[in-house]
């Protein structure tokens, strides 16, 4: 593989281009589902946020971020909406920390939301994300993985030049070291590219992708239309553990 708030499935058509699909699911063993997600063909946009597992109100973070970049406005260039979605999530960034009361948050407060998003016009595709969200591509029976995971354990692997294995071997490798709602100022990600026909994204949080190996990741994406791979998904990763919710959205052209 190359780096390159619905319980149920969704399916709408984008007239004459777009074709996608939402689900998410609480897992075996979380109480609640913190994940949320946007499935927005008519403006071309799609979302998929996870609240930070461990800290406090991750499921109103998820859907805080969803619900605010659902009401942006879905006209302007691709430019200018990627410039509205940068702007919004820096925005809830500064204020995530005041939507509970202050008698609900102590020192140690964190409320905060993983984010990957996808935006579409025309031929031009942008991907903005902060955290360990992903999105994939599916282009020309080979898996892409466009995002690159806002972790200590890849920074581990980039900074000290460390192996896979040695930087997972690290006891905090699955913290954040980008999120919506992080104490560190945000600055989102951003992959801008071109589509092709029959292109297949899927947006995801990490209890899809980390329930999956490369090869199911594959095999799901090359059924192509977004329900059949939605179904594919999400029966494999509920044939395990499924310690951690699980969210994914599935964009086919």
């Known amino acids: 593989m190359a780096h390159f708030p619905h319980p149920g499935a969704v399916v709408i058509r984008l007239p004459g281009r777009w074709r996608s699909a939402g689900r998410t699911a609480r897992g075996k063993v979380r ?3 913190e994940d949320a997600f946007l499935d927005c063909p008519q ?3 799609w979302v998929v946020a996870d609240g930070m597992g461990g800290h406090q ?3 109103v973070a998820s859907q805080l971020v969803v619900k605010s970049l659902a009401a942006l406005p879905g006209q302007g ?3 200018e909406r990627l410039l509205g979605v940068r702007r919004c999530l820096q925005w809830l960034d500064r204020q995530m920390g005041q939507v509970l009361p202050v008698a609900a948050r102590g020192a140690d407060y964190i409320m905060g939301s993983t984010v990957v998003a996808l ?5 031009r595709a942008a991907c903005i994300w902060a955290g360990d969200s992903r999105c994939y591509l599916w282009r020309g029976r080979a898996l892409y993985q466009l995002s690159r995971d806002h972790s200590l354990l890849e920074q581990l692997i980039d900074e000290q030049r460390l192996s896979p294995e040695q930087a997972r071997a690290h006891p905090d490798a699955r913290a954040l070291t980008r999120a919506v709602g992080a104490r560190a100022t945000l600055a989102p990600e951003v992959l801008e590219l071109k589509t092709s026909p029959g292109d297949v994204f899927l947006l995801c949080s990490d209890g899809l992708y980390q329930g999956l190996s490369p090869g199911e ?3 799901a994406l090359s059924l192509g239309a977004p329900q059949r791979v939605l179904d594919r998904l999400f029966e494999e990763v509920l044939r395990g553990a499924a310690r951690d919710n699980l969210t994914a959205v599935v964009i086919q052209r």
């Open 43 to 45: 403006q071309g946009c």
């Open 217 to 219: 990741l594959e095999g």
């Open 31 to 33: 109480g609640r589902n």
């Open 119 to 123: 935006l579409l016009e025309g031929d």
């Open 57 to 59: 109100a991750g499921d």
């Open 77 to 79: 260039s691709l430019d």
